[in-house]
């Protein structure tokens, strides 16, 4: 029964996340989680000694992680189930005889999460406060002690993770002794900033109303017209926090400094292509997707800004074309890295539209 509570909190705990259709793509902010695994362990002391080889273990958590530029601090909350199996004892327990003694525990713990993210990869070791109960043989035993941990967890896409992790307690309650082992595969999802989507679903065009026909005039001369274009580029250290996709304040005064260059060009049916660039660091799917949810930042802005919306474009790049070339590649330190290649990281904008031409008679 306890298997079947799990499973279906696992499940439940899917589903909600099903529902988010959110990513922020890194390893920062709130999250939330199942693990599924082996545990092996070992009981001494009164009145109760014995090992258990292998048997099922499982659990949720959640949390939140605050991730510098080279480092990550976070806290979790955990519950723990490691199920009852036969286990091995010696000759002197006084609860179950010899052929059919078995137990299990149930735990939560709380801990300090330290790791380093390397990309897309994520090592981290665990050290905080755990609660112990145990069942069956063991259903006297219940205390507090030590919990700590070592794990990797790598990011598959923007808000999902997978992680191996191996955690260790041993509590140990007047004269009984626990030695709890286990290894799971965690599943993590992060709640982040709006995946991308559409800058605006598309309105159908009002009818016309019927009126009566006007009088002919004759028409005045259409004016003669001019292509004009220009490009603009912004870096992206000026319009976004690193690895993020939300727009800072500076960022927004650099758009309206922009805008106010694009008013005084004095177009007719405006074309804008944002193009959203990243630096080399991570895959190219998640520096494509980067890019990507930066255009569209950057292009609903200025759609709120007056830019028509038919005539705007939100593209990604990623990694590609990248401008620094090889001056970078003989930096080992990550942060002077970041620093180096942030030319990489720019958003570009190219403008198109027709200019009246002032005729000479």
């Given at each position: 029964m306890k298997i079947k509570r799990i499973c279906i909190a696992l499940a439940v705990m899917s589903g909600i996340s099903s529902v988010h259709a959110l990513a922020n793509g890194e390893f920062d902010g709130p999250f939330v989680?199942?693990?599924?695994?082996?545990?092996?362990?070992?009981?001494?002391?009164?009145?109760?000694?014995?090992?258990?080889?292998?048997?099922?273990?499982?659990?949720?958590?959640?949390?939140?992680?605050?991730?510098?530029?080279s480092a990550l601090i976070g806290l979790s909350a955990t519950y723990d189930f490691v199920d009852s199996h036969n286990a091995d004892h010696d000759n002197g327990s006084r609860r179950r005889n010899n052929y059919n003694s078995k137990y299990g525990s149930n735990g939560g713990s709380l801990d300090l999460k330290l790791g380093?993210?390397?990309?897309?990869?994520?090592?981290?070791?665990?050290?905080?406060?755990?609660y112990v109960s145990g069942t069956d043989a063991l259903d006297?035993?219940?205390?507090?002690?030590?919990?700590?941990?070592?794990?990797?967890?790598?990011?598959?896409?923007?808000?999902?993770?997978?992680?191996?992790?191996?955690?260790?307690?041993?509590?140990?309650?007047?004269?009984?002794?626990?030695?709890?082992?286990?290894?799971?595969?965690n599943l993590n999802y992060y709640f982040g900033g709006a995946a991308p989507a559409p800058i605006v679903a598309?309105?159908?065009?009002?009818?016309?109303?019927?009126?009566?026909?006007?009088?002919?005039?004759?028409?005045?001369?259409?004016?003669?017209?001019?292509?004009?274009?220009?490009?603009?580029?912004?870096?992206?250290?000026?319009?976004?926090?690193?690895?993020?996709?939300?727009?800072?304040?500076?960022?927004?005064?650099?758009?309206?400094a922009m805008f106010s260059q694009v008013a005084q060009m004095d177009v007719k049916q405006a074309q804008m292509a944002v193009t959203g660039y990243t630096d080399r660091l991570g895959s190219d799917k998640y520096n494509l997707d980067l890019g990507k949810r930066r255009a569209v930042a950057v292009a609903n802005y200025l759609i709120g800004k007056g830019v028509p919306q038919g005539g705007m474009q939100a593209l990604s790049q990623g990694k590609a074309n990248p401008v620094t070339g090889n001056s970078c590649d003989k930096i080992k330190n990550r942060k002077k890295l970041i620093e180096c290649l942030a030319p990489d990281r720019r958003v570009e904008i190219d403008v198109s539209g027709l200019h009246e031409v002032q005729q000479v008679h």
């Amino acid at each position: 029964m306890k298997i079947k509570r799990i499973c279906i909190a696992l499940a439940v705990m899917s589903g909600i996340s099903s529902v988010h259709a959110l990513a922020n793509g890194e390893f920062d902010g709130p999250f939330v989680g199942g693990k599924i695994g082996g545990n092996r362990s070992s009981a001494d002391g009164k009145p109760y000694s014995g090992s258990v080889d292998s048997t099922l273990a499982a659990g949720l958590e959640a949390g939140y992680n605050w991730q510098l530029d080279s480092a990550l601090i976070g806290l979790s909350a955990t519950y723990d189930f490691v199920d009852s199996h036969n286990a091995d004892h010696d000759n002197g327990s006084r609860r179950r005889n010899n052929y059919n003694s078995k137990y299990g525990s149930n735990g939560g713990s709380l801990d300090l999460k330290l790791g380093v993210p390397i990309e897309n990869w994520l090592p981290y070791v665990k050290v905080g406060y755990g609660y112990v109960s145990g069942t069956d043989a063991l259903d006297h035993l219940g205390a507090g002690a030590f919990h700590g941990g070592a794990g990797v967890e790598y990011k598959l896409a923007p808000n999902w993770g997978l992680a191996g992790e191996w955690t260790t307690t041993r509590p140990t309650d007047h004269d009984q002794k626990l030695r709890n082992n286990t290894l799971t595969l965690n599943l993590n999802y992060y709640f982040g900033g709006a995946a991308p989507a559409p800058i605006v679903a598309p309105v159908a065009p009002r009818p016309e109303p019927v009126v009566a026909p006007k009088p002919v005039v004759q028409e005045a001369p259409v004016p003669a017209t001019e292509v004009v274009s220009k490009r603009f580029s912004l870096k992206s250290d000026v319009l976004f926090e690193y690895n993020k996709a939300v727009l800072k304040p500076a960022g927004k005064d650099a758009l309206n400094a922009m805008f106010s260059q694009v008013a005084q060009m004095d177009v007719k049916q405006a074309q804008m292509a944002v193009t959203g660039y990243t630096d080399r660091l991570g895959s190219d799917k998640y520096n494509l997707d980067l890019g990507k949810r930066r255009a569209v930042a950057v292009a609903n802005y200025l759609i709120g800004k007056g830019v028509p919306q038919g005539g705007m474009q939100a593209l990604s790049q990623g990694k590609a074309n990248p401008v620094t070339g090889n001056s970078c590649d003989k930096i080992k330190n990550r942060k002077k890295l970041i620093e180096c290649l942030a030319p990489d990281r720019r958003v570009e904008i190219d403008v198109s539209g027709l200019h009246e031409v002032q005729q000479v008679h």
